[in-house]
């Protein structure tokens, strides 16, 4: 079995030289285990967050070691009765091609209601992200205009379909290049779009907003965080999920510089991490797996093939290599 292990911290932007691949053997699992075949595995901006030597709210990675992830795969061997051989499940041994873990960790997944990589992204973390964002971070009332960033991407292009759903008036939503930009409006339902690579940022928002924002989902912080700033209005909340555009960052990145404006126009901006709206899980999941059933509810992936190039994926996808979920197929 190939894995992907973490061998220098990164300076910066990642690359390839930071990762190895390495050649393992797996054995049968020993009681209480299960031995997994992965067959989707995922990549996230957070990794990035884990390859520094950092506290945050989950520990960096060990170098040395095979990373973590979010992965799906059929189970080989069993050598515990919660689970049988030929399950399909969910767990965090990604990054590798065979994963023998706790059978506690693993949780079956129904790949009935849904594709086995679907739990990896819309209906996993990645598409509960965007719900309890909009429905409990900073939640969308009837009317509202919305602004997401990062839109194009696995969380943001359900976070614009939400939005809609929750019965926004307006759904504006920025992503990097002319294309990513055209698909949010031809394909994701999105009134508007800003392509932020041409910059002036805050006068497209205003030109797509000019009756103002009153709901912005953040991934990107920066100067997508002062447009949003600059036009929200009072009473707009802000639900701060990613700063995707500080992730590579060397040295600390200063704040928005109009954040006291935050105090006239009654913001609310709250942090939050989905694991603490796990509790959404049930309503979100058959409600989004009858979404996409019905065709309603649009999700993309970009595959990648073969653990051999799960690091081009990864650096790919800080890069804005991927529309939707950035996947790779072993
Ligand atoms: P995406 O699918 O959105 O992929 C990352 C995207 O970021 C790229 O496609 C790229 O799109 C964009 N990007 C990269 N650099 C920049 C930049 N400098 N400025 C603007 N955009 C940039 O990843 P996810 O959907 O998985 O994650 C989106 C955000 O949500 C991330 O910030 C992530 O950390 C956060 N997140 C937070 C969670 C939480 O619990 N709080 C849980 C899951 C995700 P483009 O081509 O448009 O630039």
């Not at 795969?73 to 065979?98: C, F, K, N, Q």
């Not at 965007?130 to 205009?145: F, H, I």
């Not at 997508?224 to 992730?247: D, E, F, K, M, T």
Request: glycine share 12%; proline share 6%; hydrophobic share 45%.
């Amino acid at each position: 079995s190939r894995e992907v292990h973490l061998v220098r911290r990164p300076h910066g932007e990642p690359v390839q030289d930071d990762f190895s691949l390495v050649e393992t053997t797996v054995g049968a699992p020993e009681p209480g285990r299960v031995l997994i075949r992965n067959e989707w595995l995922s990549v996230d901006p957070y990794m990035r967050g884990r390859m520094n030597d950092v506290k945050s709210y989950v520990p960096p990675f060990q170098l040395g070691a095979p990373m973590e992830g979010g992965a799906v795969g059929t189970v080989v061997e069993s050598a515990d009765e919660s689970i049988p051989v030929g399950a399909t499940v969910l767990h965090m041994a990604g990054w590798r091609e065979y994963a023998s873990i706790p059978a506690k960790h693993a949780q079956i997944v129904d790949t009935e209601i849904a594709p086995a990589q679907a739990y990896l992204g819309v209906l996993g973390t990645t598409g509960l992200t965007a719900y309890a964002g909009l429905v409990e971070v900073a939640p969308v009332k009837e009317g509202d205009v919305v602004f997401v960033s990062g839109a194009a991407g696995a969380v943001g292009s359900v976070a614009g379909q939400i939005a809609r759903k929750l019965g926004a008036s307006k759904v504006i939503g920025s992503a990097g290049g002319p294309e990513k930009a055209k698909k949010l409006t031809d394909e994701y339902g999105f009134d508007a779009a800003i392509d932020y690579r041409l910059g002036n940022l805050e006068a497209q928002l205003k030109a797509a907003a000019p009756e103002g924002v009153d709901v912005y989902f953040d991934n990107v912080g920066g100067d997508h965080l002062r447009a949003a700033i600059a036009r929200s209005n009072v009473g707009g909340r802000i639900a701060l999920c990613g700063a995707i555009s500080q992730y590579n960052a060397t040295t600390p990145v200063p704040g928005p510089d109009n954040l006291a404006q935050a105090i006239g126009k009654r913001l609310t901006l709250k942090g939050f991490i989905v694991m603490d709206h796990m509790h959404l899980a049930p309503t979100w999941v058959p409600q989004a797996a009858r979404w996409l059933a019905d065709g309603e509810l649009r999700a993309e992936e970009t595959v990648v093939d073969g653990v051999d190039h799960a690091v081009d994926a990864f650096l790919g996808l800080l890069r804005g290599a991927n529309t939707g979920k950035m996947l790779i197929r072993l």
